[in-house]
């Protein structure tokens, strides 16, 4: 070739690019600059290139190449077919919208000519070519016309300046994926001639990449994206453990995230902090105060001697995280504290920070600064206002979320009921629980109400996601939570943002078309077709029969039978296996009531509760003299007198779902206000963990680098803010009862007490010394949420 498009020189010959970006740092984002010092150089060269008069960008060699150099390129042009690529219009104008299109190279044609001709101007000369967008290894990028004046003579000037030689206006959309700026009209192609080959590569890219792209641009649109579920998957709301993560991993998300924004890759910095874990609460979280010295990583602390027996050494490792722009001003930087047994733990939590703040960013365009702030400060996330305003300055006027969802994320209320049609099928009796992982098949169409038109959007044959995380779309969770194994449900829900849909649909043509009637809802049917449990109760069903969730409500039974108690509270009863399973045996209770702040478990524990007490009625068997029946949405933190002076208290497994400071206000308030005559309280013996661990097999849930940790000193379940030895169990509870005038003694289930570690669940069982209780202050912060009667369920009786 002769003439050759500066553009092409400008993006195509890295050595040339790389010298313009010394020369001018601001190169890099700005392609019309590279242009302008190509021509610049060019215009000495004058004994090689000559420069055309006209406004055109391209460089012409003053002699033609050797023949033998125009034969090698043999161009066999017999075919005289034209080559058909699929490419993308992208308008100036938001308002209009963006569209496929196909243009028609001729074999014997150069493709610059034909999308010069596309983008309305003359030839090659006048196109500009962005960088790379999307994988390096792609050919995708963003074509342009030029200006009809290059800024030739000063090049400091400033930006706005420079962007007044556009006949155009800023093409916000083409801006926004290449971090460059584009005026006027553009073309997405994926196209060119690669490396010494003649032959012309392009691929084709329709509207969905288009929009695949994206979704790729917002952390969740990455992690959806990386499941290949956009209509199903959803950002996690927390790392906890490597075995229950699908999909890409919170760094590897971070790390895209900042290269499709054009910023500096993350800077990571692990801290780790070796400890003896005999100085502290051994089974908590929370960082203690030891110090390792630079040397050796010998142990200074500021604590006694310890007269425990030692656990064994936790390693525990914290991470901080930054993102800087590229030009490397600090736009974020987040430094939790707590810290993780594994150093990969503590980046994927952080990351995962970072993340879940950035997403809130992008999701709702109306968020004030003030808000935006408090998230940080909660995710111990500091930014820097400037830096961040002026990185993401496009990506509001990109993804329309704040137009379709109200801010669901941020204030974490359900946006509207799914409509439900059907959940059908037998109950096998396997449901999912907070931690365990569900496997289901679904498919999600587009569902028009007027006349019943269905387009298929996505569906997948088996998909897999942790409960109780968020990982899925809200509703999906809230319909598999009720669904037992085997089972199917359909449901329908309002429209998310479109981009979502285009990106999943394969038919884009027939989906705009249903989208543009407005009376559309996502249609989903889904099937739950397995359930693992959470590691906790594989654990203990490894080692225990009958499992030491069945020894502890029976131990709770016997001593409400002692006691010949009539009233019971049970506090944190979940989805109210205990008082389920009370209704199994005779005793003498008139009046059971559960408390729980989730709403979810208690939504299940009413469902089984009604059905079962319905049933003892009906079939008149004396076993229960149960007369009412209370589910309370409401903190145990809080004091509620409805449920003061109680026969009997149960808090099985719960403190330990609190953090340390919680668990002790509970302690407090149970005894001091709510003041039952008994109160019975179970929480994992930390000390057994090294137990349960060695007797489980090691399946898919471990990774090989955890196997040779003989002391493995992890809690578990996820979920458990700490776990306490026998001697912090027996403090706490000892302490209680001495400043609120009760007996204490200690029990459990699972083991034995003079066999070590002793009980695998510890239970204290607290008496009250007196039996005159004294007035409490009239307090009822708790929400009856489901209420049962024996009366109301009794027939009306015959005259
Ligand atoms: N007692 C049940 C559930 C144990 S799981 C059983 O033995 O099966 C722990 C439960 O404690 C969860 O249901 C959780 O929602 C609840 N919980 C945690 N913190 C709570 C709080 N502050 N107030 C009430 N319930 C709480
Ligand atoms: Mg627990």
Not at 11 to 21: L, R
Not at 63 to 70: F, Q, R, S
Not at 463 to 474: S, Y
Request: hydrophobic share 35%; with cysteine.
């Amino acid at each position: 070739m002769v003439v050759c498009p500066v553009s092409v020189i400008a993006v195509y010959d890295a050595k040339t690019g790389n010298i313009c970006k010394y020369i001018n740092p601001a190169a890099e984002a700005n392609s019309l600059l590279v242009i302008s010092l190509v021509l610049r150089a060019a215009a000495k060269l004058t004994d090689l290139v000559l420069i055309s008069d006209e406004q055109q960008l391209s460089i012409q060699r003053r002699y033609p190449y050797p023949p033998e150099i125009i034969a090698s390129i043999n161009h066999e042009s017999s075919l005289l077919e034209s080559i058909p690529i699929e490419v993308i219009h992208i308008p100036a104008s938001l308002e209009k919208a963006v569209d496929s299109l196909t243009l028609n190279v001729a074999s014997t044609g150069y493709y610059l000519d034909v999308i010069a001709r596309e983008l309305g101007v003359t030839d090659a000369s006048n196109v500009l070519i962005s960088r790379i967008i999307g994988k390096a290894s792609s050919e995708m990028r963003i074509y342009s016309s030029a200006p009809k004046q290059l800024p030739f003579d000063d090049l400091s000037e400033p930006k706005d300046k420079q962007a007044s030689h556009f006949e155009g206006s800023l093409n916000v959309r083409a801006s926004y994926f290449t971090g460059q700026e584009v005026y006027g009209d553009a073309i997405l192609a994926s196209v060119g001639y690669t490396w010494k080959s003649t032959d012309l590569f392009r691929e084709a890219v329709s509207l969905r990449s288009y929009y695949r792209m994206l979704v790729n641009k917002t952390p969740s649109g990455i992690y959806k994206i990386s499941r290949d579920a956009i209509l199903a998957a959803k950002l996690p709301s927390a790392f906890t453990t490597k075995s229950n993560w699908r999909g890409s991993f919170p760094r590897d998300i971070l790390c895209t995230f900042c290269r499709v924004h054009h910023l500096s890759e993350p800077v990571f910095s692990t801290q780790s902090n070796l400890l003896d874990a005999s100085l502290d609460l051994p089974g908590s979280r929370k960082k203690l105060k030891v110090t390792q010295s630079s040397e050796d990583g010998t142990i200074e602390a500021g604590i006694g001697t310890s007269t425990q027996d030692s656990v064994g050494p936790i390693g525990t490792f914290s991470c901080e995280v930054k993102i800087y722009s590229k030009n490397q001003e600090l736009i974020l930087q987040c430094s939790p504290q707590e810290s993780h047994r594994k150093q990969t733990d503590a980046m994927q939590s952080t990351s995962l920070k970072v993340l879940s703040w950035l997403n809130i960013f992008f999701e709702n365009p109306d968020i004030s600064l003030e808000k935006l702030k408090l998230l940080a400060e909660k995710l111990d996330i500091n930014f820097t206002p400037h830096s961040l305003f002026k990185e993401f300055s496009l990506c509001h006027s990109m993804h329309n979320f704040g137009s379709s969802r109200p801010h669901a994320c941020i204030d974490n209320a359900d946006v509207d009921e799914p409509s439900f049609i059907d959940i059908g099928g037998q109950n096998s009796g396997v449901t999912p629980s907070n931690g365990s992982l569900a496997s289901i098949s679904y498919s999600v169409s587009l569902f028009r109400e007027g006349d019943c038109m269905k387009e298929h959007l996505e569906s997948c044959e088996e998909f897999e996601f942790e409960i109780g995380n968020e990982a899925v779309l809200p509703h999906l969770e809230t319909v598999v939570v009720q669904m037992a194994v085997g089972q199917s449900a359909y449901f329908r829900v309002e429209l998310p943002p479109s981009e979502f849909i285009l990106a999943a649909a394969g038919d884009s043509l027939a989906t705009l078309s249903l989208l543009s009637s407005r009376s559309c809802k996502l249609e989903y049917s889904i099937t739950l077709l397995q359930v693992t449990e959470p590691l906790e109760d594989r654990m203990e069903q490894a080692l225990f029969s009958p499992p030491l969730s069945k020894q502890r409500v029976e131990f709770a039974v016997q001593h409400i039978k002692e006691s010949s108690a009539a009233s019971l509270v049970d506090f944190g009863c979940g989805s109210g296996s205990l008082l389920d399973s009370l209704l199994s045996y005779p005793t003498s209770l008139e009046k059971i009531v559960g408390v729980d702040i989730s709403q979810r478990s208690l939504a299940k524990a009413a469902k089984s509760l009604h059905s079962k007490l319905n049933a003892l009625v009906d079939s008149k068997e004396p076993s229960s003299k149960i007369k009412s029946a209370v589910l309370y949405d409401g903190s145990i933190t809080k004091f509620d007198s409805r449920l003061h002076g109680f026969d009997i208290a149960t808090c099985l497994e719960v403190i330990e779902h609190m953090e340390e400071e919680d668990a002790c206000l509970f302690g407090g308030i149970v005894l001091s206000s709510f003041c039952p005559r008994i109160l019975i309280v179970s929480t994992p013996n930390y000390e057994y963990n090294v137990i349960l661990q060695r007797n489980t097999p090691h399946g898919q849930e471990d990774d090989p680098d955890e196997k040779n940790q003989s002391q493995s000193c992890k809690f578990r379940n996820h979920d458990h803010k700490f776990e306490w030895t026998r001697a912090q169990f027996e403090d706490w509870a000892t302490d209680l009862a001495t400043r609120h005038n009760y007996n204490v003694e200690f029990s459990g289930v699972g083991g034995a007490v003079d066999v070590e570690p002793g009980f695998a669940s510890q239970i204290a069982i607290f008496r009250r010394r007196d039996d005159n209780v004294t007035n409490v202050e009239l307090a009822d912060p708790y929400v009856p949420i489901w209420e049962w009667s024996r009366e109301d369920r009794l027939p009306p009786k015959e005259p």
